[in-house]
């Protein structure tokens, strides 16, 4: 065995930091402790909690990982952040309107995260945006302040406007945003025969289009949204249907995750002329909605690549601001409310999803036996390669490996060659490579082809997720996640890895990882301890994939566990609430199998094999109930031993 890493000594946790971006991606919200524990740190001050407490809390709870760990105060402090954004630029540009912001829920519809944004945003008159009847359904329910905006989007049947002009009725400040004209109609017909007056919104489609990942949903061909033309026509029959004052607020939406603030600029310029054009028609108006966008830099580079942003909150906030008032200003017209759709930059950060390995697959080369008996001179040559008996540089040794690789092949194919040389000389190249990676300096150039070296080496690491489930952006859309492990990392990670979860589906992987406006292959992780368990986190996945995950495979959801501050508790939290993941019935019932059904089925078969005498009764029964038990139980491994809930030494990792 070769000793440890010479490296490995130096390795310190703010070296972990830095390696996998804590403090860029996390602003304040993540540090590692000097053990080398990842801590999260709710507020963005010192006070913090480190993660595996939380797993162990949670687990004297009864739910173990694959686990989301949501940060309530985390939530709060994003709301309060986006709030005082919008007052601060609002003062700084003596500007005479306010911010209203809506919480879009189709980001997180969770019940405990709508209720802490509304409970946070109490105090700002913080509302909700909603795309669907179910969505408004909640948020009829659940929005009772008066002065708050509930914004209805999305395709809308005449059941929809029915509950928007409840709201109305009920004095909630209910706008209904038409996305395709013929809404428009129904709106008009409907509140004839309710009598009730809808406040109305229009969304335009802009001519500025997004950026990113994300930009169809803006430009001339986007899905939704009246174009110029569209508005003049919404504008005369409103005006016909003597509907004038029901006009309130424009609307636009350039797409989620918008890298570059100049993109902002230039829409919220276009909707604010729009604006300032229908205030001049004769309508009401009032209110500038400048939809979603705002962006979570997950990569940390604060750079206009796709997975980051070169812009802060505050930023957005004064341009948005800035640019409004400056149109206005212009066309000598009262500035409007502005109202912000941001749903991303408010709950991605707030949720953790934690996992553990459960295996690895490691190259084959690596592993294998050294071979036995007489070696031929390939062999050999090989061997003086691994030991650079001839002093090579490290490129040249890599090219001479290759070479004698794909040599070895083609004598093995050609009959020249037995299986155990070929074998020692794929063995040898394996060992060869990790030589020369690590050799390499920690800094400066590296040829590119030996910074492939990783890829070439990278073991995969099986972990006890559903990518499908819980990360269901970074399958559709390559969206890149900050993934790292939340211990050891006062160890220096020496296994560059790729990431395989349990679905028996190829494309169940993580095989690109965020870098400085750039995507690596590998991730270097710790190795394996036998015995004892090794947790990953996927952070900043609070935004979309807890709803946009699916069944794949029927993993289904992961359990929960809701984490506050608390100052009295030992640690320094408490878990409110926790959630249990998916039972197999549970996933089953979904698609039409009933649990008791299918265990009647089961019996029955079973009952036949003990009456044939294939099977003993006593066999039988125990058959029967382990059967029963499992499919009460949850989807996700249960890996090694269950150990019982220890409620001491919680600071002690494994
Ligand atoms: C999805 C959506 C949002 C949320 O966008 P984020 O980029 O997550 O803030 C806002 N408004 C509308 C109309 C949407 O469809």
């Known amino acids: 065995m070769s000793t440890a890493n010479p490296n490995a000594k130096t390795w310190t946790p703010r070296d972990a930091e830095d390696y996998y971006g804590f403090r860029r991606w996390g602003a304040n919200h993540f540090s590692a402790d000097k053990d080398g524990f990842l801590r999260v740190h709710p507020l963005g001050d010192e ?5 595996l407490d939380i797993i162990r809390e949670a687990e004297s709870m009864g739910v173990r990982p694959p686990l989301t760990i949501r940060v309530q105060d985390m939530l709060r402090a994003r709301v309060t952040r986006l709030n005082e954004a919008f007052r601060k630029a609002i003062r700084e540009e003596a500007y005479d309107g306010d911010y209203r912001g809506v919480f879009p829920t189709k ?22 945006e909603a795309g669907s009847k179910p969505e408004l359904l909640i948020a009829l329910a659940f929005l009772e302040n008066k002065n708050a905006l509930l914004v209805c989007n999305g395709y809308k049947d005449d059941d929809y406007i029915r509950l928007a ?13 038409i996305e395709q004209l013929s809404e428009l109609d129904s709106i008009i017909r409907l509140a004839r025969e309710t009598g009730v007056e809808p406040h109305i919104g229009l969304r335009l489609k802009l ?11 803006t430009g001339e061909n986007a899905k939704f949204g009246l174009a110029a033309s569209e508005i003049v026509v919404a504008v005369r029959k409103l005006k016909r249907a003597r509907m004038t004052d029901c006009l309130r607020l424009v609307h636009f939406h350039i797409g989620s995750q918008v890298p570059n603030i100049a993109t902002i600029k230039k829409a919220v310029t276009e909707a604010a002329r729009y604006y300032c054009e229908l205030v001049r028609l004769g309508f009401p108006m009032g209110i500038l909605d400048v939809g979603g966008g705002l962006g979570v830099d997950y990569d940390g580079s604060r750079s206009n690549y796709e997975s980051s942003m070169n812009y802060s909150m505050e930023a957005y906030a004064r341009d948005v601001i800035a640019n409004v008032k400056a149109v206005c200003t212009q066309a000598s017209i009262a500035v409007p409310d502005i109202t912000s759709e941001s749903g991303r930059a408010l709950v991605a950060p707030h949720s953790i999803l934690v996992f553990e390995v459960v295996d690895r697959i490691a190259r084959a080369d690596a592993e294998s036996e050294p071979m036995r008996g007489k070696r031929p001179s390939l062999v050999k ?19 001479d490996g290759k070479q004698k690789k794909e040599e070895a092949h083609s004598l093995f194919g050609l009959g020249y060659l037995g299986l155990e040389a070929r074998a020692e000389v794929d063995r040898l190249f394996w060992l060869l490579c990790r030589d020369i990676r690590e050799k390499l300096p920690a800094s400066g150039e590296i040829p590119d082809e030996l910074a492939g070296l990783d890829k070439l080496l990278a ?5 006890n997720f559903s990518v499908f489930q819980s990360l269901l952006d970074h399958w559709a859309l390559g969206q890149l996640f900050p993934i790292a492990p939340i211990h050891r990392l006062d160890e220096k990670p020496t ?19 965020i870098d400085l406006e750039d995507v690596k292959s590998t991730l270097n992780l710790h190795p394996l301890q036998p015995g004892k368990r090794y947790y990953i986190g996927a952070f900043l996945v609070g935004a979309y994939q807890d709803i946009m995950g699916d069944l794949h495979n029927l993993f289904g959801r992961v359990s929960e566990a809701h984490v506050f501050l608390e100052d009295d508790e030992a640690n320094g939290f408490y878990i409110e609430e926790t959630i249990q993941g998916s039972t197999a019935a549970g996933i089953l019932g979904m698609i039409q199998y009933s649990a008791e059904d299918l265990c009647r089925m089961l019996k029955r078969q079973i009952d036949r094999a003990t009456r044939n005498d294939e099977v003993r009764p ?3 029964v125990a058959m029967l109930e382990q059967y029963e038990r499992i499919i009460q139980s949850k989807t996700y491994l249960v890996s090694g031993k269950q150990r019982p809930p220890k409620k001491t030494a919680r600071t002690r990792s494994n």
């Open 381 to 399: 040559e090989m061997e003086r390669l691994v030991e650079n008996k001839d002093k090579l540089d490290a490129l040249e040794r890599f090219h």
């Open 47 to 51: 006070r913090a909690i480190r993660i």
């Open 618 to 620: 006593r066999e039988g």
């Open 495 to 513: 296994v560059p890895t790729t990431l395989a979860d349990i679905t028996c589906d190829s494309d169940g992987k993580v095989t690109s990882f």
């Open 165 to 177: 002009l409840m709201g109305r009725r009920l004095g909630k400040r209910t706008i209904i945003v």
């Open 107 to 128: 980001v997180n519809q969770l019940r405990e995260v709508v209720e802490e944004i509304l409970d946070a945003g109490e105090k700002y008159d913080f509302g909700l």
């Open 207 to 217: 001519t500025t289009a997004g950026e990113g990942k994300w930009a169809d949903s």
């Open 459 to 463: 073991e995969q690491y099986v972990c």
